[in-house]
């Protein structure tokens, strides 16, 4: 039976081993060939997935993707996360980073129109037809993302108040911290439908119902250069190829609108 | 399912691990001081260091973020030495450590509070100095609450999400953690890759722990 | 050897105390919160009067007047605490060497053997105190203390942890212990036998204050004042007034009785007459007359008194008798006046079960006057 105190020093050797990998690792990592840091809205998730492969053989570099809220990445890009180009979701958010002077502006451009579309839960039963099918018994619960800060929550809520749906249908409602959660909501059966984004509907266990535009206001979506970028001509490569032909096609298959079809 | 990148996992354990060193390194003293000595602010301090555990660990990383961000006070100091901490593994470490500390600080406080002062004051009067006593009484004596906090503050470090989300990025190769990387997975609806990095994560700290538990036998 | 004269405000009173000792044991004797644990604390360092001097030998350890305030572990004291306060994590002989840290490692090694050897812990020096009995730990304790020969030994209350028994087994081991090492020592206790067995000089506290300090057979046998004797736990203190005082003698009067008494050798004392006076009377030197061998005669019967049992206890080899006194008027202790305690053996031939009513008589000289 070891003494306490060789424990304690055997302890101590083991931390002070722990202490010396750490730190000799902590150099390592970098990588040699050029990266692109991309940050973009979840909804982009699917679209930009598929491109990005193509633009790195293209260019011979490599593009690295972070998706999370847009409310979230800008704020990250404000404080000087060391993002090339950002895909936001709302070009609201663009506005308040160019106020802060935080984004190359003569690098923005719009980049899709967003589209809301209305899941149901297959396992609940037939497709609904239109947003007034919400208010039947068979819909407990409704999923849309957060209006208070989500783009795709915001039009939801347009498109349903529009519609004058939105007062009875207010205590069915449940709220996802975006769309991608809106969407898990229904795709778990915690929800029976749902209002979301087209660009990530794609799933096999829903049902998607297209929501009419005019409902809501246009989702403008907007991207640009950061300003701290070290390769800005390079993310500016990147918005142009995702706007590009090549681009067009994909985004297109992934339910956007796009610049000039409107 | 294609290839996993294990990237996170390595990252994963080399933040953990240096969080928890800097998480004992600073929390053990400050423990220490809260456990053995009297001064005016030490209830504030007290429940200071509990604070992490209050806010939500998005906000507390959003609060975290404004301070050593680029627009940040702390940030713009270190920018001009040269060091950058926001958006590194360095950053992730910091998460861990704000998120680890309070777990640490509060069993290591109990720990040195269960230590009979009687045998420290004994050590004193056998000609020990205050350091001496500190090593070879307190310690030995508070070694398992030490022990007990380190392992809460490891498996908090490891876990941590919302901190580092802020203040890290979710970087993928760079700052994106193994609990980042699982929460990125289920985003893109990658369920097999998320379940797996999953059990990867449990394996790893199971493995840690099983590990350490073996270096460190301790009874008397 | 130690002289020590310090004040220190404590949450319900203030220890103001000033004593001497020598080179033998002193015991710190007084009930429990009278300060003496504060002043072995002062002594070792472990806390700081607020003001005052305190020697040991030829060196100052604290002198609040030159700015001097030894830490504990430059104040070469061996302090062993109430408890122990064993290392439970060392070993016995890692116990007992603790203290000899800084010394070369051979050295170390010889001391520490030499320690365990004169202690006879020969053979338990593994141990870890939680696998050692009472007694062992004690000797470990006085070991860990004595290893690094400290200038003066303070011991807080070493036995009052302990069952009846066993306390008074360790008491007699201390006792030789103290004696075979010769280190001078303060010992803190409640209980004055342990005072009394330990001590050569003991030191009376009451409340932060000394109320005297004396060896210790003067202070068995003459208390300073009542409330010493209060604290010593004597029996039969009671009040009665002056008639007439000299130098070796002091007649007065209580519960109608005229007594003498010895007046006290060392502070004689005259009261004047009528003036109120507190004595007290030894319950085992209270003499009862015996009655078949003819009527009890004041000439040879000093201070001849009559009573009734009123109660008794047995209290295994004594029986305490509580005695009302013929006299009239309300009894001076509650239900009874004076108490005697008789050995068993005398209690059986006397028949005192059965006969219920006695003379006695006390010598003047087990008759002690307390100064007011």
């Keep these: 039976m070891p003494s306490p105190r060789t424990t304690l020093s055997r302890a101590l050797t083991a931390l002070a081993t722990a202490a010396l990998l750490v730190t000799a690792s902590a150099g390592g990592g970098a990588a040699a060939e050029p ?28 593009v690295t993707l972070v998706f999370g809220s847009t409310g ?37 451009a719009l980049y899709a129109q967003g589209r809301i579309v209305l899941v149901a839960a297959k396992a609940s039963g037939p497709k609904l037809e239109e947003l007034r099918s919400l208010l039947g018994d068979r819909v407990r619960r409704v999923a849309i993302a957060n209006p208070a800060h989500a783009p795709y929550g915001r039009a939801a809520e347009e498109a349903l108040r529009t519609a004058g749906l939105w007062e009875a249908l207010r205590p069915k409602l449940v709220y996802g911290e975006n769309i991608r959660h809106a969407l898990q909501y229904v795709e778990t059966g915690a929800a029976e439908a749902g209002i979301v984004a087209l660009s990530v509907a794609d799933v096999a266990s829903v049902h998607v119902t297209p929501i009419d535009p005019a409902l809501h206001a246009p989702l403008n979506q907007a991207a640009a250069v950061v300003r701290r970028s070290p390769r800005p001509e390079l993310g500016l490569a990147f918005l142009q190829f995702v706007n590009g032909p090549a681009g067009r096609v994909v985004m297109k298959r992934y339910g956007f609108l796009l610049p000039g079809e409107l | 399912m294609t290839s996993l990148d294990l990237f996170p996992l390595w990252l994963s354990v080399r933040v953990s691990v240096a969080a928890t060193l800097l998480t004992l390194a600073v929390g053990v003293p400050l423990a220490w001081l809260l456990a053995r000595r009297t001064f005016t602010g030490r209830d504030v301090l007290a429940s200071v260091v509990v604070a992490p555990l209050v806010l939500p ?72 100095s205050e350091w001496s006593v500190f090593w070879s009484i307190t310690l030995p004596l508070a070694w398992r609450s030490l022990m007990a906090g380190g392992i809460l503050a490891f498996c908090r470090a490891f876990g941590d999400f919302g901190i580092t989300l802020m203040i890290a990025g979710s970087i993928p190769g760079r700052t994106q953690t193994l ?39 301790l009874r008397y | 050897m130690l002289a020590i004269d310090i004040s220190k405000r404590l949450s319900d009173f203030t220890l103001e105390v000033a004593w001497q000792a020598g080179e033998r044991v002193t015991g710190l004797f007084g009930p429990s919160g009278a300060g003496k644990t504060a002043t072995l604390d002062c002594l070792s360092g472990l806390s700081r009067p607020d003001r005052g001097r305190i020697v040991v030998g030829d060196r100052v350890l ?118 075979e090492w ?80 010895v007046n006290s050798p060392t502070h004689s004392y005259l009261p004047a007459p009528d003036s109120p006076i507190a004595f007290f009377i030894r319950p085992e030197y209270v003499r009862l007359i015996r009655k078949d061998r003819g009527p009890a005669d004041p000439v040879h019967h000093m201070n001849l008194m009559s009573g009734v049992v ?63």
């Excluded at chain 2, 609060?63 to 590194?88: H, N, W």
């Excluded at chain 3, 572990?73 to 016995?92: D, I």
């Excluded at chain 3, 108490?339 to 006969?355: K, T």
């Design chain 1, 35 to 62: 990266t692109l840091i991309v940050f973009a809205a979840s909804d982009l998730t699917f679209a930009l997935k598929e491109l990005a492969p193509a633009f790195e053989q293209a260019r011979n570099v490599r």
């Design chain 1, 72 to 108: 979230n990445l800008a704020r990250q890009i404000e404080h000087g996360a060391p993002a090339d180009v950002f895909f936001s979701a709302d070009q609201g958010f663009l506005d308040a980073l160019a106020a802060k002077q935080a984004i190359l502006t003569q690098t923005r």
């Design chain 2, 179 to 217: 609990p980042l990387a699982i929460y990125d997975h289920v985003q893109a609806n990658q369920m097999a890759e998320a379940n797996a990095l999953s059990l990867i994560s449990l394996g790893a700290v199971v493995l840690v722990l099983v590990g350490l538990a073996r270096l460190v036998r």
């Design chain 3, 310 to 372: 009123a109660g008794e206890e047995d209290f295994g080899t004594t029986w305490s008798l509580r005695f009302r006194l013929d006299a009239p008027g309300p009894p001076a202790q509650g239900d009874h006046d004076i108490e005697v305690e008789v050995p068993h053996l005398v209690y059986e031939i006397l028949e005192i079960e059965r006969d219920r009513h006695w003379e006695f008589s006390i010598h003047r000289g087990s008759i002690h006057v307390l100064p007011a």
């Design chain 2, 57 to 128: 660990p998005t906000v507390l990383g959003y609060y975290l973020l404004v301070l050593i961000g680029s627009q940040g006070p702390v940030g713009r100091l270190l920018e001009r030495a040269g060091i950058e901490l926001a958006f590194t593994w360095k950053a992730a470490v910091l998460a861990g450590c704000v998120g680890s500390a309070p777990l640490l600080i509060k069993a290591a406080q109990a720990g040195f509070e269960g230590v009979d002062a009687r045998l420290e004051q004994a050590a004193r009067t056998l000609g020990r």
């Design chain 3, 62 to 179: 604290f002198d609040s007047a030159a700015g001097i305030d030894l830490p504990p572990r430059h104040r070469r004291l061996g302090y062993v605490f109430q408890g122990y306060a064993l290392f439970p994590h060392l070993t016995a002989a890692e116990n007992i060497g603790y203290g000899l840290r800084g010394r070369p490692r051979e050295e170390r090694r010889r001391r520490t053997a030499e320690v365990v050897e004169r202690l006879g812990l020969g053979g338990l020096e593994r141990r870890r105190p939680g696998a050692l009995s009472g007694g062992q730990r004690q000797r470990v304790a006085l070991g860990r203390a004595l290893a690094p020969e400290p200038a003066l030994l303070l011991l807080d209350e070493p036995l009052s942890a302990l069952d009846a028994p066993l306390r008074r087994a360790l008491r007699e081991d201390l006792s030789a212990v103290l004696r």
């Design chain 3, 182 to 261: 010769g280190t001078a020592a303060v010992l803190v206790t409640h209980d004055f036998t342990e005072a009394y067995r330990l001590a050569d000089r003991i030191v009376v506290y009451d409340r932060g204050r000394v109320v005297q300090a004396a060896p210790r057979t003067e202070l068995l046998w003459q208390p300073a004042s009542e409330t010493v004797a209060t604290i010593m736990g004597i029996r039969n203190v009671l009040h009665g007034t002056v008639l007439k005082a000299s130098p070796d003698r002091i007649q007065l009067r209580w519960r109608g009785y005229t007594l003498e008494a």
